[in-house]
């Protein structure tokens, strides 16, 4: 349930197909994912794809629990 990518280097590449994965439902028991701490050359805009993914999904799963 928890995902913890601290002391990892995760490529943008790597970034970018995690939050395919996350997009696309491959990880629905994900309810914790951390990117604190990740070394390498991630760029912040491959982290931010990453969580913009994660809030879409959080608030997707708000509406169906308010509709």
Do not use: Y
């Not at 590449?13 to 995690?18: S, V």
């Not at 996350?22 to 604190?36: C, E, M, N």
């Amino acid at each position: 349930k928890e995902l913890h990518l601290g002391d990892t280097q995760v490529s943008n590449a790597g970034c970018a197909a995690l939050a395919s994965a996350l997009d696309s439902g491959a990880l629905p028991v994900l309810k914790q994912l951390s990117l604190r701490g990740m070394k390498g050359n991630t760029s912040w805009a491959a982290r931010v794809a990453i969580h913009d993914v994660i809030q879409v999904k959080k608030l997707a799963t708000l509406l169906d629990i308010l509709s």
